[in-house]
């Protein structure tokens, strides 16, 4: 068993070039996917930027700040995350808080990396008989990328619903 270490004293200063007071490190690194844990400053930002092939999950554990998807931007608090799709500027940033975040960057799993291993799992199955029946699949349209988009949040504390949980 191995146990992986990050958090204060493992994390260093980096990001994509215009960072400021954000540190991190890589928890976890393979050809599937990479896993960094981030602490942002007060005023901390990664800069708004892409990643032409990866879809990265953006979680955060603690603290609160801001996201930005494209030209989209939304307030985000522990407990919620927001997905960055490939090809599409994303950022995040701070405003005199503090927050920590968990990244989990899918390695090639964009649309067209998802596309080509379905088709071709659908296309081995029904060449060897395991999909039950035989239809032809090969007039099945490919699926669509994913599209990222923040999702809608109540915006007050006022507005606040005990029932959905821990408070903000």
């Known amino acids: ?3 992986l270490r990050f958090g204060p004293g493992h994390r260093h200063l980096g990001g994509p070039p215009g960072t400021q007071n954000v540190e991190g490190t890589v928890i976890m690194s393979d050809d599937r996917a990479i ?3 981030l602490a942002f400053g007060r005023y901390g930002m990664v800069v ?3 990643n032409p092939d990866n879809t990265a999950l ?3 554990i603690s603290g609160a700040g801001w996201v930005q998807v494209g030209d989209e931007r939304a307030r985000i608090n522990h407990g919620e995350a927001v997905v960055w799709p490939p090809a599409i500027p994303h950022g995040a940033y701070t405003d ?5 975040a968990i990244v989990v960057e ?3 799993a964009d649309g067209r990396t998802i596309e080509g ?3 071709a799992s659908i296309t081995e199955a029904t060449d060897s008989g395991a999909a039950g029946d035989s239809a032809d699949t090969s007039t099945t349209p490919p699926p ?3 599209q990222g988009t923040l999702a809608e949040r109540k915006v007050t504390r006022d507005e606040y619903d005990s029932s959905e949980g821990e408070p903000w």
């Open 1 to 3: 068993m191995e146990i």
């Open 35 to 37: 896993v960094s844990e």
């Open 48 to 50: 708004p930027h892409e």
């Open 58 to 60: 953006f979680v955060v």
């Open 96 to 100: 005199g808080t503090e927050m920590r």
């Open 106 to 108: 899918l390695t090639g």
């Open 117 to 119: 291993i379905a088709h």
């Open 144 to 146: 669509s990328p994913a």
